[in-house]
């Protein structure tokens, strides 16, 4: 297994489509809109503040994957990597933890000082939980959505 970072829109497809397996698999409160996706991603990546890293098998299939932004926070001002999606096929479970280590590296070219994760409370939370916590994450804030969606 492999990462790779993505950086053309056709790869993000290949990648936003592969989440799109996953919609409301995970959790039920994922919805992936992929031309939405593509075309955001896109722009983060153009930008120069957002990132996309596949996780590849040895056949170089993508098998899993993580997106993140990078911006100050709003009231300190430290530079923030912040994970927006990440999700490893059940198959290859074990191997994401290639991707965070991928995602807190990127994080730390650009000076980040933090990273946050999301954590979704029907997606393994007492798992991820622990995993946080020994990668050195702290639970800060819980937060909570509210729509039509949810």
Known sequence: ?????LTTPEDIRRMTELA??????FSKYIRVDVEYS??????MIKGGWGVV??????AGE???????????DLHCGYMTAIETFWFTNP??????????????????EFGCRRFAIVHLVDSMPERLSVLY???GYKLIESHYVKGDDI
């Open 91 to 108: 198959d290859s479970r074990g191997h994401g933890l290639l991707l965070l280590d991928a995602f807190e590296a990127w994080g730390k």
């Open 38 to 43: 593509v075309k955001q991603y896109v722009s």
């Open 133 to 135: 916590k020994r990668r």
């Open 62 to 72: 993508m098998v899993g994957g993580l997106g993140a932004i990078k911006a100050p």
């Open 53 to 58: 890293f596949a996780l590849k098998n040895d």
């Open 20 to 25: 799109k397996q996953y919609d409301g698999g």
């Open 1 to 5: 297994m492999f990462v790779e970072k």
